[in-house]
């Protein structure tokens, strides 16, 4: 359990609280409709378990014949099969006030007087009063509890929707869709773009949804950003209880805040999904916010920017690698500034002119027809009621276009207590284009193994040693990212540069077979089908979602071109964009220098710039577009 400052100083009543209901559970008893109701659940899952991958699902098998017998090995886990009072009574009888109470804080950092003999971390223990355990054993029920009632989420229709419009992919040849599908059809309004597809693949009655309330409001500022974060918490802290039998239930959701504004997705068993979707717009368009509860959302979401600081080096590098290529992005540290100054009165302010002019993205995938996909558009455009967003306040991150030189930005790790430096390395390839990406993946494909035996298995430089195509916003990059605890981050950058020049004479000594085993591999990587609902949906979003650029030929088209590829085409990009004497190389490199390493100091040249703060280096470079605006009527996948 989480607690604020406040709550720590409760924690006995907390904890007498929870033998309250344990006191509950033996004066009242377990019935049996609560366990039928499990089954009932547990039944339903097993029967529409989604497909997971071979490997992850032989492991699960192997570990179940230790703990089942072989009838139920695969059902386990998962099945309840009898209903067994007495066993129910045993168990809570068996929950006493012989109870381990353990407090985790910095307020105790003073106080602890031994350390663990793994990581040295302090702790005290003390045993709880004979007093307040009898007080505890004998407590009366005084708490607001109860047992649960029965779930009105419980999902009770089964049938699988058939769209009388829908088209199958008329696309033939050997590199056709991976799912065989047709693409989501969109229906756009000068509001909203409707994203809909039924799901002809995997036949449950399962659906996702994703609903973006979009505004520049949401990322204008910090103070903005930050807001909007109080906004989504207040809201999950007030719908909670509510959604706490949708989520047992099998329909779960997520609400967060990001750049264009606020997102809900929705997933699972689609026939109760609208009334969930209904109650949650109702809250966010109808929040009552009370007082005590910001005070507590606020503390907790300002302890939650202080956690920032203990992330591991290279997640650090790899924000300080953003921080540096996306306009615009706020810092943590002015996150940290604002927070605790941000009153009740201003964010309700925000929360109306957030709300008082939206646009509307849907994504509707799964067991769900067109008129089940408008019918969530209806209810989220009455509910809201926004006037339509203004061309001047859609929002943007826009990707900035480096020249071909090299550019460094070194810092200082923030977490003291971490001996870990870390490197991350970007050779920025150019704006995304199926024929360009293919040879960076290939080549990424091709080096994979090399950099990890070279780097990791070989030098053990760090851990963490990683090499990947990315294609951030939009833009393609070559990526190494080495974490270490010996050595610092311009060493590791110097054995990266090692590594990458001895690479050339690998790509140069590979025989027309081994290119060809490599290019039929990453091919089939490509192509792999769609394990589950989930991966199809998120194949959908990920082609819907800013920057928007509707490919959602993707798999296929790319295929067709690392098909044509020959091994001079990789020897040729590698001369161009990766080797130091390449005409278009364009190398950003984030350093994070533990406390035991000194910063070098960096001196600007005619071909490297060190940057020093991101913001000012970002204002001084073009950017490139963004693929698709939301309020543009003009592609031709719009109904």
Known sequence: MGLTESGLLQTDQLVETVFQYIALLRQKGVDEWVFKELQSLSNIEFQFKDNSSPISYVSALARRMQLFPYKHVIDGPTLLFEWNPAEVKKIIDALTTEVIVLEVSKTYEDSADKAEKWYSTRFSEDRIRSELLKHWQNSDITAPIHLPLPNPFIPDDFSIKHNSDSKSCSTKSAYSDPANTHHPDCYKTSQSSLWHKMDDTFRKPKLYQCINFISKLAYDSPKACVMAKLYVKLIMDAINEYTYDAQVAGIRFTLVNYFEGIQLQVHGYNCKQHVLIEKLAEKMKNLYIDPMRFDIIKELTKRGYHDFWKDQPYQRAIYQLNLCLEDPRWTNEEFLEVCPNITLPELQEWISAFLSELYYEILVYGNASKEDAFQTRAVIEKIFNAKPLAKENVPKRLKVQLQPKTYIHALRSFNEVDHNSAIVVNFETGRYT????????????????????????????????????????????????????????????????????????????????????????????????????????????????????????????????????????????????????????????????????????????????????????????????????????SHSLIK
């Open 434 to 633: 199926n024929a360009e990406y293919s040879i960076l993946d290939l080549f990424a494909h091709i080096c994979y193994s090399s950099c990890f035996s070279q780097l990791r298995t070989k030098e053990q430089l760090g851990y963490i040693v990683h090499s990947s195509s990315t294609a951030d916003n939009g833009v393609m990059s070559f990526r190494v990212i080495i974490q270490s605890d010996t050595k610092d981050p311009g060493y590791l950058d110097t054995r990266i540069e090692e590594w990458i020049e001895s690479f050339k004479k690998d790509i140069e000594a590979l025989t027309e077979d081994e290119f060809i085993k490599f290019r039929t591999s990453l091919i089939g990587k490509i192509l792999e089908k769609d394990k589950s609902l989930k991966e199809e949906y998120h194949r959908w979003y990920n082609e819907i979602q800013y920057p928007r650029p509707f490919q959602f030929d993707r798999a296929p088209s790319l295929a067709k071109e690392v098909e044509k590829l020959q091994k001079s085409d990789l020897i040729s990009f590698y001369d161009n964009h990766i080797a130091k004497t390449g005409l278009k190389r364009r190398k950003i490199s984030a350093l994070v220098y533990s406390k035991d390493h000194l910063i070098p100091e960096g001196t600007n040249t005619e071909d490297t710039i060190h940057i020093s703060k991101p913001e000012e280096f970002r204002k001084t470079q073009s950017t490139y577009d963004v693929f698709h605006e939301i309020l543009d009527f």
